[in-house]
């Protein structure tokens, strides 16, 4: 009788192989991250947590959507981030591979900032960009 191994195959995507780590595709500062806690806490209910996405629209094609909820969607990864839950859909992940938000407040005024290594081109008003 012959027998036969079958050799182990190792795959980097974290839900087939859970010894890979879950990389969040967009990143929050600490700044941001306090600042979105801050602003969840004022709310009631409390919300479950942030969901950060890409819509289509503005001069340049896209813009950036940041919105509290209550639960996850069907489509959604959940990524925990210095105690918060962040929902990002699966369509805006490959548009938010390796974004920083960060929270800035300067005498012009205050707000989130995106900084996407993926924006090929942002138009004049700097609410919209193209990939």
Do not use: H
């Not at 980097?12 to 890979?20: F, L, R």
């Not at 969901?51 to 813009?63: A, D, K």
């Not at 369509?91 to 005498?107: K, Q």
């Amino acid at each position: 009788m012959a027998t036969t191994t079958v050799p182990e195959v190792k795959t980097n995507i974290p839900e087939v192989n859970p010894e890979v780590p879950k990389v969040p595709p967009v990143s929050l500062t600490s700044s941001a991250a306090s600042k979105v806690k801050e602003i969840m806490g004022q709310q009631t209910p409390v919300p479950a947590g942030l969901r950060i996405g890409v819509v289509g629209g503005g001069c340049s094609g896209f813009s950036y959507s940041m919105q509290f909820e209550n639960a996850a969607g069907m489509m959604d990864k959940t990524f925990e981030m210095d105690g918060l839950k962040v929902f990002v859909d699966a369509t805006s992940v490959m548009y938010l591979n390796g974004c920083i938000v960060d929270y800035v407040e300067t005498l012009e005024g205050a707000g989130f900032k995106f900084e996407n290594p993926n924006v090929k081109s942002t138009c004049g008003c700097g609410s919209s960009f193209n990939v």
